[in-house]
């Protein structure tokens, strides 16, 4: 199982930007698609982004659709998500997780980083 370690969050006004990064322990990294998740106070944990082994396919939730961009570097173990046009509705603890399917169902992930506090200021 792969260990995961999220960074980058943290407070920004809207419309700035952000990077999360998310590093991955282990030498199988390239054998899981990765995806990003955020969980907002009160709410449910929902889907961002998701990207296949290789990098070469993503998909993304309507409400970040064009403002997120979801990336890999397999030499480096890491996946992240860059963050544009942030908006105080995009606050939340933001996740990553490794999945042995290419998958936007959270059900499919079965490992899971600590989260990593990323606060949108109006």
């Known amino acids: 199982q792969v260990q995961l370690v999220e960074s980058g969050g943290g407070l920004v006004q809207a419309g700035g930007s952000l990077r999360l990064s998310c590093a991955a322990s282990?030498?199988?990294?390239?054998?899981?698609?990765m995806g990003w998740f955020r969980q907002a106070p009160g709410k449910e944990r929902e889907f961002v982004a998701a990207?296949?082994?290789?990098?070469?396919?993503?998909r993304y939730s309507d409400s970040v659709k064009g403002r997120f961009t979801i990336s890999r570097d397999n030499a480096k173990n890491t996946v992240y998500l860059q963050m544009n046009s942030l908006k105080p509705e995009d606050t939340a603890v933001y996740y990553c997780?490794?999945?042995?399917?290419?998958?936007?169902?959270?059900?499919?992930?079965?490992?899971w980083g600590q989260g990593t506090q990323v606060t949108v200021s109006s």
């Open positions: 997780g490794a999945s042995a399917v290419y998958s936007i169902m959270g059900q499919n992930f079965r490992s």
């Open positions: 990207i296949n082994r290789s990098g070469a396919s993503t």
């Open positions: 282990g030498r199988t990294f390239s054998s899981y698609a």
